[in-house]
C-alpha cells in the first residue's frame, strides 16, 4: 500500500463547477500536506500546502485536512478550462529526510 | 522559475546502449532529485543527493546510478537502458533546511525517453 492514494481519474466537469480533489494517508505522523498541480508535458508545481487538520483557502481554491479520517482534499470553485491538469498530492518527509510522498495524481478536465 | 535544466529533453535510444541525463540547476539548492513518471504509477522516486558525493537510492533504483560531482549538477544514468525504463523523467530540486517546513519541490520540464 501507498503511503498516499489518490484516485487517477479522469474527473470531467464543466465549466464553473466546484471540483473536489481527494487523498488518502496512511502514516499519522505526517503534519504537512500539499497540493502539486500538473500541466501537460510540464513539471508539477507546487500549488499550496496546508499543516495538520483545517482549511486554508487561496482565492478559488481550498485544501481541507481531515486527520482524524486520514483525508486529504483540494476544492476548486468556478473551475475553468486552465485548471485543466493532473493534481498531486503530496506530504513532506518525516524526521528531516525531505524525501516527499506523491500521490498517484488525478487528471482533471474542465471542458467550456 | 527555479532555474532548472534537464537534458536532453527527448531521447529515443536502443535496448542495452548507455544514457545519461543531466540535470543543472541555478539555485545552489542542497537536495536533488531524480523521478520517473508513467501512467497509473505517478512520480516515483529513483535516486536522490543531498549534497555533493552524497547520493541515496529511491523505490526504483534498479538499473540506474546517479553522481553528483558539483553542486549544480545531478546526473542520471541508465547503464543498459531497456524497454521498461521508457518514461518521462524529471529533476527536482529542494531547498531542503530547518527554515523550509515543507520543503517545496521545485521541478524541471522532463526528459522524455524512449528505449526501441
Not at chain 1, 47 to 67: H, I, P, W
Not at chain 2, 64 to 92: G, P
Not at chain 2, 100 to 116: N, Q
Request: glycine content about 8%; overall charge negative.
Amino acid at each position: 500500500q501507498k503511503e498516499v492514494e489518490q484516485d487517477p481519474g479522469p474527473l470531467s466537469v464543466p465549466e464553473g463547477a466546484i471540483v473536489s480533489l481527494n487523498c488518502t494517508y496512511s502514516n499519522s505522523a505526517f503534519q504537512y500536506f500539499m497540493w502539486y498541480r500538473q500541466y501537460s508535458r510540464k513539471g508539477p508545481e507546487l500549488l499550496m500546502y496546508t499543516y495538520s487538520s483545517g482549511n486554508k483557502e487561496d482565492g478559488r481554491f481550498t485544501a481541507q485536512v481531515d486527520k482524524s479520517s486520514k483525508y486529504i482534499s483540494l476544492f476548486i470553485r468556478d473551475s475553468q478550462p486552465s485548471d485543466s491538469a493532473t493534481y498531486l498530492c503530496a506530504t513532506p518527509g518525516l524526521g528531516g529526510s525531505y524525501i516527499p510522498t506523491f500521490g498517484r495524481g488525478t487528471s482533471l478536465i474542465v471542458h467550456p | 522559475d527555479a532555474g532548472i535544466t534537464q537534458s536532453p529533453r527527448h531521447k529515443v535510444t536502443e535496448t542495452g546502449t548507455p544514457v545519461t541525463l543531466r540535470c543543472h540547476q541555478t539555485e545552489n539548492h542542497r537536495y536533488m532529485y531524480w523521478y520517473r513518471q508513467d501512467p497509473g504509477h505517478g512520480l516515483r522516486l529513483i535516486h536522490y543527493s543531498y549534497g555533493v558525493k552524497d547520493t541515496d537510492k529511491g523505490e526504483v533504483s534498479d538499473g540506474y546510478s546517479v553522481s553528483r560531482s558539483k553542486t549544480e549538477d545531478f546526473l542520471l544514468t541508465l547503464e543498459s537502458a531497456t524497454s521498461s525504463q521508457t518514461s518521462v523523467y524529471f529533476c527536482a530540486i529542494s531547498e531542503a533546511d530547518l527554515t523550509s517546513l515543507t520543503g517545496e519541490l521545485f521541478f524541471g520540464e522532463g526528459s522524455r525517453l524512449t528505449v526501441l
